[in-house]
């Protein structure tokens, strides 16, 4: 018998995105992106990103669809992320996902976003391995998971008290007039500054409570402590060396990243950990990863870039998943939770 066949569906932030996954090959991913009409404000506007995905949400899914040669009335079940996500957005997201459930009598999966993140890598590294550690970080979310299970038991480890890792670059970036989303600038300057020029602090190395949770990252410090240097020196007239400052932003949040992701991977027994969500297209980042993991014994995966960033893959392959276990449907009356 062939492998079951989900639709995924994902309108957690600005990517309206579906995609078609059968078994472990992808047979189609549509994303469309209202990135370019949040540019000019510097983030996000969910008023904005909701009525995109309004508009987007029937040419994507039947894109998606068209690309895999397929009718609705193929799909075996339909997955869509409940969560974490703006609210107004992931409305419009998994209403329409239930329309179409209901619609074609098809069963339904509301899912979470960021383990998402990790169940779309097995489209390039294959099955995850019981016991995994996995970091899914981005403008949305800094969190450290430990995966016994990707259908049914996945725990939260560590995660950000107050901005995400690539939230705090885009802030950095607009303070030096890089435009949004900045985290790429941050990213290729600093390959060119000096990472030990500008004292920057590492986001609650020690974690809330002495050694309490030692998992967790704060960012909105490391970003203060940057634009109080780049306001100092640009209250006495100095000339802000933006590699530098760059290259000191992002070593430091690249240590504290990798050094909490590995020391959780030897602190649980674990030998793999995977990596998510657009900020781990960091160059940084991704190097601090591999060292440290070539180390400490733990296989690190990086998937590639486009299967980082928000896509409709990861929610299929989520589905999957859950298909695959055994896990019960949702009922048609679930509600979503923007903060998941
Ligand atoms: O996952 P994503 O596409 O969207 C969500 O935030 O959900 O991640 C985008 C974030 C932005 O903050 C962007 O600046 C950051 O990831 N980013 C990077 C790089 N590429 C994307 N930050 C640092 N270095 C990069 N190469
Ligand atoms: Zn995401």
Same mark, same amino acid.
């Given at each position: 018998?062939?492998?079951?066949?989900?639709?995924?569906?994902?309108?957690?932030?600005?990517?309206?995105?579906?995609?078609?996954?059968?078994?472990?090959?992808?047979?189609?991913?549509?994303?469309?992106?209202?990135?370019?009409?949040?540019?000019?404000?510097?983030?996000?506007?969910?008023?904005?990103?909701?009525?995109?995905?309004?508009?987007?949400?029937?040419?994507?899914?039947?894109?998606?669809?068209?690309?895999?040669?397929?009718?609705?009335?193929?799909?075996?079940?339909?997955?869509?992320?409940?969560?974490?996500?703006?609210?107004?957005?992931?409305?419009?997201?998994?209403?329409?996902?239930?329309?179409?459930?209901?619609?074609?009598?098809?069963?339904?999966?509301?899912?979470?976003?960021?383990?998402?993140?990790?169940?779309?890598?097995?489209?390039?590294?294959?099955?995850?391995?019981?016991?995994?550690?996995?970091?899914?970080?981005?403008?949305?979310?800094?969190?450290?998971?430990?995966?016994?299970?990707?259908?049914?038991?996945?725990?939260?480890?560590?995660?950000?008290? *107050? =901005?995400?890792?690539?939230?705090?670059?885009?802030? &950095? $970036?607009?303070? %030096?007039?890089?435009?949004?989303? /900045? !985290?790429?600038?941050?990213?290729?300057?600093?390959?060119?500054?000096?990472?030990?020029?500008?004292?920057?602090?590492?986001?609650?190395?020690?974690?809330?409570?002495?050694?309490?949770?030692?998992?967790?990252?704060?960012?909105?410090?490391?970003?203060?402590?940057?634009?109080?240097?780049?306001?100092?020196?640009?209250?006495?007239?100095?000339?802000?060396?933006? *590699? =530098?400052?760059?290259?000191?932003?992002?070593?430091? &949040? $690249?240590?504290? %990243?990798?050094?909490?992701?590995? /020391? !959780?991977?030897?602190?649980?027994?674990?030998?793999?950990?995977?990596?998510?969500?657009?900020?781990?297209?960091?160059?940084?980042?991704?190097?601090?990863?591999?060292?440290?993991?070539?180390?400490?014994?733990?296989?690190?995966?990086?998937?590639?870039?486009?299967?980082?960033?928000?896509?409709?893959?990861?929610?299929?392959?989520?589905?999957?998943?859950?298909? *695959?276990?055994?896990?019960?449907?949702?009922?048609?009356?679930?509600?979503?939770?923007?903060?998941?």
């Amino acid at each position: 018998m062939s492998a079951p066949i989900i639709l995924g569906i994902e309108s957690t932030c600005d990517e309206t995105a579906a995609a078609i996954v059968q078994g472990d090959t992808l047979r189609s991913n549509v994303v469309a992106s209202s990135m370019a009409e949040h540019a000019r404000y510097g983030g996000v506007i969910p008023e904005i990103a909701s009525r995109a995905h309004q508009q987007a949400f029937v040419p994507v899914v039947s894109k998606a669809l068209a690309d895999a040669r397929l009718e609705l009335a193929d799909v075996d079940a339909i997955a869509v992320s409940a969560g974490p996500g703006l609210a107004g957005c992931l409305a419009v997201g998994v209403s329409g996902a239930k329309a179409l459930a209901w619609a074609a009598g098809k069963p339904i999966y509301g899912v979470n976003h960021v383990i998402g993140h990790v169940a779309v890598t097995q489209l390039q590294f294959g099955a995850i391995p019981p016991n995994t550690m996995a970091l899914i970080v981005s403008g949305g979310h800094t969190s450290l998971l430990h995966v016994k299970d990707i259908a049914r038991d996945v725990t939260v480890v560590g995660t950000t008290l *107050d =901005d995400a890792a690539g939230e705090c670059f885009d802030k &950095v $970036a607009r303070l %030096l007039g890089f435009p949004y989303p /900045g !985290g790429p600038y941050i990213d290729r300057h600093a390959q060119r500054g000096n990472p030990e020029a500008v004292k920057v602090p590492q986001g609650l190395t020690q974690g809330r409570a002495g050694k309490e949770h030692p998992y967790d990252f704060s960012f909105s410090g490391v970003k203060t402590a940057v634009a109080r240097w780049v306001e100092q020196r640009q209250a006495t007239g100095q000339e802000i060396p933006v *590699d =530098d400052v760059c290259a000191s932003l992002a070593h430091s &949040v $690249a240590q504290v %990243l990798a050094r909490k992701a590995i /020391g !959780g991977c030897v602190a649980n027994g674990s030998d793999t950990l995977i990596v998510g969500g657009g900020f781990s297209a960091n160059s940084q980042l991704r190097a601090q990863l591999l060292l440290e993991g070539q180390a400490a014994g733990v296989e690190v995966r990086l998937p590639r870039v486009a299967l980082c960033t928000d896509n409709g893959a990861m929610v299929a392959m989520l589905g999957s998943n859950l298909v *695959d276990a055994g896990v019960s449907p949702s009922s048609l009356d679930f509600s979503i939770d923007s903060s998941m």
